[in-house]
T-cell receptor, first 116, second 113 residues
Framework: KAGVTQTPRYLIKTRGQQVTLSCSPI?????VSWYQQTPGQGLQFLFE???????NKGNFPGRFSGRQFSNSRSEMNVSTLELGDSALYLC???????????????FGPGTRLTVL | ELKVEQNPLFLSMQEGKNYTIYCNYS?????LYWYRQDPGKSLESLFV?????AVKQEGRLMASLDTKARLSTLHITAAVHDLSATYFC?????????????FGPGTSLSVIP
């Protein structure tokens, strides 16, 4: 069974640009969560989607948004990039029919975003 | 608001020794997860603890959960160099029906030969 895939793996952008990251969950998983990981703030919850609906959102500004498609693939978008947005962005998928927090999460390899 | 703490944050230990990493959380939950992260890599799931008193073991690692004390422990037995990594605990937020998972700051473990 293929694992969680994320594209692109590495990205370099400049301040003010916008970026879209993609996550394909494990087949059959309907829940996708996004996290931001930085050395200073650690792993922070961004949002979680289940069946195309955002169920929860973390404490991030509105520049961070996401969506989930009918095939459970998810994208997150960051507009008007700031230097502080440089981070590893991880997505995780959860077991079909379950809730992310109820069952195990499986993490993708991450997208390393660098903002210059 | 659910907060998750870990201690120690940094741990340097000799091979063959035992040690315990502690994970405390601030609000009621019975969904506790342990992950391992190697430098530059993603997170690998180690244990899923879903009830009070749950204990799971894999190799030299054993995790337990005490929901009354809001405490989980990750015990390392006879450490080997391959266990060097950062270990995160994460807690399901009961206030969101566990849809939201909050991570601790991580414990950076270095096992010295």
């Amino acid at each position: 069974k293929a694992g969680v895939t994320q594209t692109p793996r590495y990205l370099i952008k400049t301040r003010g640009q916008q970026v879209t990251l993609s996550c394909s969950p494990i087949s059959g998983h309907r829940s996708v969560s996004w996290y931001q990981q930085t050395p200073g703030q650690g792993l922070q919850f961004l949002f979680e989607y289940f069946s195309e609906t955002q169920r929860n959102k973390g404490n991030f500004p509105g520049r961070f948004s996401g969506r989930q498609f009918s095939n459970s693939r998810s994208e997150m978008n960051v507009s008007t990039l700031e230097l502080g947005d440089s981070a590893l962005y991880l997505c995780a998928s959860g077991l079909a029919g379950g809730r992310v927090g109820f069952n195990e999460q499986f993490f993708g390899p991450g997208t390393r975003l660098t903002v210059l | 608001e659910l907060k998750v703490e870990q201690n120690p944050l940094f741990l340097s230990m000799q091979e063959g020794k035992n040690y315990t990493i502690y994970c405390n959380y601030s609000t009621t939950s019975d969904r506790l997860y342990w992950y391992r992260q190697d430098p530059g890599k993603s997170l690998e799931s180690l244990f899923v603890l879903l009830s009070n008193g749950a204990v799971k073991q894999e190799g030299r690692l054993m995790a337990s959960l005490d929901t009354k004390a809001r405490l989980s422990t990750l015990h390392i037995t006879a450490a080997v160099h391959d266990l060097s990594a950062t270990y995160f605990c994460a807690v399901g937020d009961r206030g969101t029906s566990y849809d939201k998972v909050i991570f601790g700051p991580g414990t950076s473990l270095s096992v010295i030969p």
